[in-house]
């Protein structure tokens, strides 16, 4: 639009503390995306100029500035040929403070680098709005006007105004600004946890599987060893009767559950090193912020969220398999020990 | 006179049946002295395994008192009658019973463990013996690589490791074909002559027992009969057939040309 609407607003609307001129302006590029068979293209930014006038009666007195300046100095007024980059800018440049940079075929001064405050002022350089004009070839026209009320009060009644005087114009104050920012929140807020509640019902999943092999785990030893206590009851009654103590027959056919569920350990251990990954890709939930099925967004996640195999879960592992293995051997131990050496004089 | 190993005095034993109590035993008395080569027979029913599970120290008795090498084991409770079984008697069982994954030495080791001797003690005491049984050179070899013979021979071997008061042979030679069955009697026989081990052979094969010295039978828990053996006369260097002087290791008599061993049927019945 035009800057002359900017001295109709200020001039013609009461209660208009100050009206703020700005021209924001994208640089970018185009991706095409082949996804599904189809065709898509996505307009990817680089940049973002805005341009915003460095007087210092909008400077001193409103926040028309980035209040969050992390190298070099912050804009000030009467600054012109300079530019203050976001840490995305200086990185998609690769300049830093006191570097000139070029900017569509025009060379600036980097005085600061500001931190994002927000998403939306991630890929944000500031200047002066005469250089955005003349580097955009938008001399006169800007792209917004943000005005400034009296008292807060006056808000509704100066958007009212402005909407009257210039119906071509969408007008939107600060507390919708508030409300949409909210909504966006919101949004967010929901799919954070619903994305949570996925992983949390994961684990839960996760947990009631665990307890379920840890039992049966237990019951396969235990019936295994029972088994093989009832196979073997003749040798156990030669034991018996040949001189072994209760004790040392119990002692043995704990000591083989144990050294039989340490071998399963091992083998177990191994497998899940080598098959962790493929199975957390296959397991984990595909957590997508933004609603939309999509297989692409799901690998992403996954692949960033890959089950990890540490040294203390191998360990846990190890140690629960000795310890199901000993329990699970416990009573067909018990079961041997009680084994008459009477069993060995039968003739089968 | 020779110290009795085994003194059994008024021994009764009592089974529950359901609610009918049993007798298997009444009032036996038995007495084997160290250096005898018993046999102890009878048809079934009539008390033989009930007998053995009791010297063997598997049953306890009703009744009565039970001497092992002068040890009273009537009264024993199990947490110490395994030293009993270890150190005083060797099993031989009818099955052989040694273990399928232990080699000929390592099963004669087996009762030998926890006895507090080292591993190469062991392995010396197991392969003497295993030379004394005639299988020196096999120690190696898994049961299952051995003719039923030689693992009886191992049962042996394992049943002498610690030495023990006496063998009890539970139908020794009961899976054996016939000429395993004599080389094992006279295997017996050769170690109760020159080693002096005391054994006692729970049988109902009167062929076998025919070769011990001394045959009871047991019927209705009762020893009714004790009759001499032929291991008796050829211990005392007489032929059993015709009473002429022989030498041990006469295979037949050189009066009489007999077999010193040969069948007959003691008990008839």
Redesign the interface.
Same mark, same amino acid.
């Given at each position: 639009m035009n800057q002359t609407l900017y001295n109709d607003i200020n001039n013609s609307i009461s209660g208009v503390a100050a009206v703020e001129p700005i021209l924001q302006a994208s640089e970018g590029s185009n991706e095409t995306v082949s996804m599904f068979g189809r065709t898509f293209t996505r307009q990817l930014t680089s940049y973002t100029i805005e341009g915003i006038p460095l007087t210092s009666d909008l400077i001193d007195n409103y926040p028309v500035l980035s209040t969050n300046v992390t190298a070099g100095r912050n804009l000030e007024a009467g600054d012109s040929g300079v530019v203050l980059l976001s840490e995305n800018n200086s990185a998609y440049f690769g300049v830093g403070v006191g570097d000139t940079v070029s900017i569509l075929g025009q060379g600036f001064t980097v005085v600061g680098i500001h931190g994002t405050s927000s998403a939306s002022d991630r890929l944000v350089l500031y200047m002066n709005l005469s250089d955005a004009q003349a580097v955009t070839n938008n001399t006169g026209y800007i792209t917004s006007l943000r005005v400034f009320t009296q008292t807060s009060d006056l808000v509704t009644q100066v958007s009212t105004a402005i909407s009257t005087l210039h119906p071509e114009l969408t007008v939107t104050t600060g507390q919708e600004r508030l409300t949409q920012l909210d909504s966006l929140q919101s949004t967010y807020n929901t799919a954070l946890e619903s994305a949570q509640a996925s992983i949390g019902q994961t684990q839960t999943t996760a947990l009631e599987e665990i307890i379920v092999v840890v039992a049966a785990t237990s019951l396969i030893v235990l019936f295994v060893m029972l088994y093989t206590v009832r196979e073997r009851t003749k040798e156990i009654g030669t034991l018996k009767a040949i001189g072994f103590s209760n004790s040392s027959v119990m002692g043995q056919f704990l000591l083989e559950g144990v050294l039989l569920s340490v071998i399963a350990g091992a083998v177990g251990i191994a497998i899940g090193t080598l098959a962790a990954p493929t199975l957390s890709a296959l397991l984990l939930p595909s957590v997508n912020l933004f609603g939309v099925t999509g297989v692409r967004v799901a690998s992403n996640v996954a692949s960033t969220a890959v089950v990890s195999v540490n040294l203390e879960i191998v360990l846990l592992a190890f140690g629960a398999s000795v310890a199901l293995g000993a329990l699970g051997s416990l009573y067909p131990a018990w079961r041997a020990a009680k084994i008459r050496p009477a069993e060995a004089m039968k003739y089968e | 006179m020779s110290k009795p190993v085994l003194q059994i005095e008024n021994l009764s034993k009592n089974y529950m049946l359901g609610k009918r109590e049993v007798s298997a035993l009444k009032n036996l008395n038995l007495t084997v002295n160290a250096g005898e080569f018993v046999a102890i027979m009878g048809p079934s029913g009539s008390g033989k =395994?009930t007998l053995? *599970?009791v010297i !063997?120290?598997? #049953?306890k008795p009703t009744s009565g008192q039970v001497l092992l090498d002068g040890i009273d084991v009537g009264k024993m409770p +199990? *947490?110490q009658l395994?030293?009993i %079984? %270890? #150190?005083k008697m !060797? @099993?031989v @069982?009818? =099955?052989f *019973?040694l273990?399928p994954y232990l080699n000929a030495r390592e099963n004669v080791e087996?009762?030998m +463990? !926890?006895k507090g001797k080292s591993k190469a003690e062991q392995r010396k005491r197991a392969s003497e013996l295993l030379a004394m049984v005639g299988l020196s050179g096999r120690e190696g070899h898994r049961p299952q690589r051995l003719s039923a013979g030689e693992q009886q021979r191992v049962a042996i071997a %394992?049943?002498l490791a *610690?030495n023990p008061a006496f063998i009890l042979a #539970? +139908?020794p030679t009961?899976n054996l074909d016939s000429q395993n069955k004599a080389e094992i009697i006279k295997l017996l026989a050769n170690l109760n002559l020159s080693q002096g081990t005391t054994i006692i052979m729970v049988t109902h094969d009167s062929q076998a027992a025919n070769h011990t010295e001394r045959m009871l039978l047991l019927k209705d828990g009762k020893i009714v009969k004790e009759k001499a053996g032929l291991h008796l006369a050829k211990k005392n260097n007489k032929c059993p057939n015709c009473g002429s002087s022989v030498q041990r290791t006469d295979e037949v008599c050189p009066s009489c040309k007999k077999p010193i061993f040969q069948t007959e049927e003691l008990f008839s019945t």
């Open positions: - | =395994t053995l *599970n !063997g120290c598997i #049953d +199990e *947490n395994y030293k %079984r %270890r #150190d !060797g @099993f @069982f009818q =099955t *019973n273990l087996l009762p +463990e !926890g %394992r049943a *610690n #539970d +139908e009961g």
